[in-house]
């Protein structure tokens, strides 16, 4: 493609938080990708570091899944919503529940992320208002954190960049802080932690637990730059949620399926929520799908006659889309029959470590994260931990330097993160740490030559 044709095509769409003019300066153009590679137009091969976007957990167009979506689209590829569901979902919505923690077996399948936590948040209002508790409305999410585009779900959010343009926000949606934020305030880091999850409860005492509906939260935060706090935070967040008759609502659409080392990072914490929002990974890539799973005997309150009128009051065209549930359905058969959850603990053991070797760049406060979803945060100064200013962020040169070195990762100003597909070896990893390594150095001279 000319690159007049490319310029002009671009113009006429966006790409997803992105400057399309400064995205022009080294095009990415996907032609195929397989496994843990994409290529581009011109041949020029990238190994893909982190799925696609979290997304393809088993690489790009793994040959089972792959099978699984011909054989459904032999068979039915949409089921009429408002009069039937397909066997094949009926399939999905069982074996989603059967690996989700506790007894969160009510699952709803949609086609994404922010279409799951928007639904999650309804069903929990809802919940409240047909189990005598119709005050419950509020939500109490954090700063930093990322729970979709839509209104609801961007209210949720907590990124200052991509909510502020939109204001004002919807009502009813509160915010308090991660631990990352109290770090530097304590002496250790489960200090921070402790004072992290009493500062939800304050809120919600101060706010009247009478009007708060759920704490909705991503267990490790990517936005927030792969934010992972300690198994006791979890705890403390169980207990404050079920003193004041708030629903835990985890935001698992990055965490989700075996990358931490369980199908859930809940499992991973040892914390059953109330409900669980998925997507991403649980598709591998392959079609848009996502789902809400929550307590089956929450579902209850949802069960009654026509004239009871108390069926959930939503949903969605593709919602249990037969060709999305059938990939579904063939992701997770794949990840139990391969204990891929083993697997991400063993290459996460390995994974860190390697990321750890990087502290010798000099420019490295913290390798964090669980299984193989790991960040590394860049700062100027890792003795006084003092960060890169805010013209100079490392960050951003690496962002043109991965690219230029074939590699495609997450990559924020202070931080990037990594999430290989669970088809790696630990030599891929060797190949990805190599490319990060060179792509840091890259960056560093880059960034001198730009002062
Ligand atoms: C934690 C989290 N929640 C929700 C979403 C929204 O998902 P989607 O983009 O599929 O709507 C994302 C997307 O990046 C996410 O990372």
């Avoid at 502020?164 to 305030?185: M, V, W």
């Avoid at 059953?272 to 998925?278: E, G, H, R, V, Y």
């Avoid at 249990?320 to 063993?346: F, M, T, W």
Wanted: include cysteine; hydrophobic fraction near 45%; charged fraction near 25%.
């Amino acid at each position: 493609m000319s690159s007049e044709r490319l310029e002009r095509l671009l113009k006429r769409t966006f790409l997803d938080y992105q400057q399309t003019m400064e995205f022009l300066r080294a095009p990415l153009v996907i032609d195929r990708a397989e496994g843990l590679y994409y290529w581009d137009v011109a041949g020029r091969r990238y190994f893909d570091a982190i799925g696609g976007i979290f997304v393809a957990v088993l690489g790009h167009r793994h040959p089972r899944v792959v099978a699984a979506m011909q054989r459904q689209l032999e068979r039915v590829t949409f089921a009429p919503p408002l009069h039937g569901i397909a066997d094949v979902t009926l399939e999905f919505v069982e074996k989603l529940g059967a690996v989700a923690p506790g007894n969160l077996h009510f699952v709803k399948a949609f086609s994404g992320g922010s279409e799951s936590t928007e639904a999650a948040m309804k069903f929990a209002r809802q919940y409240f208002k047909q189990t005598g508790q119709p005050g419950k409305y509020k939500f109490v999410s954090c700063y930093a954190g990322y729970h979709g585009g839509t209104f609801g779900a961007m209210a949720a959010s907590g990124t200052g960049r991509r909510k502020t343009k939109f204001e004002p926000q919807a009502a009813g949606f509160l915010k308090t802080f991660l631990p990352l934020h109290y770090r530097d305030r304590f002496a250790t880091w489960e200090e921070a932690n402790r004072f992290a999850a009493q500062a939800f409860e304050d809120l919600i005492v101060a706010e009247d637990p009478a009007t708060v509906a759920g704490v909705m939260l991503e267990p490790i935060s990517n936005t927030a730059g792969i934010v992972t706090p300690t198994d006791d935070f979890f705890r403390l967040l169980r207990e404050i949620c079920d003193r004041h008759q708030v629903l835990l609502i985890f935001d698992e659409i990055i965490t989700g399926f075996a990358r931490t080392g369980q199908m859930f990072a809940a499992q991973t914490f040892g914390v059953t929520p109330d409900m669980i929002c998925a997507g991403k990974a649980l598709s591998s890539g392959l079609i848009p799908l996502g789902s809400m799973i929550a307590r089956e005997d929450m579902a209850d309150a949802f069960w009654g006659s026509l004239e009871a009128d108390v069926q959930f009051a939503h949903g969605h065209t593709y919602a249990g889309n037969p060709l999305a549930c059938a990939v579904g359905s063939a992701v997770l058969d794949e990840i139990l029959e391969h204990d891929l959850c083993g697997k991400a603990r063993a290459l996460g053991d390995y994974l860190a470590q390697r990321l750890e070797s990087l502290r010798a760049l000099g420019v490295v406060r913290e390798v964090r994260g669980k299984g193989v979803l790991r960040g590394v945060e860049l700062v100027e100064d890792p003795v006084t931990n003092r960060p890169f200013p805010p013209d100079r962020k490392l960050g951003t040169f690496l962002k043109r330097t991965a690219l230029a070195n074939g590699l495609i990762l997450r990559i924020d100003p202070d931080w990037f993160a990594v999430c290989p597909a669970l088809i790696a070896e630990r030599s891929d990893l060797d190949e990805m740490v190599e490319l990060i390594e060179r792509s840091l150095r890259d960056a560093l001279d880059l960034m001198a030559h730009a002062a």
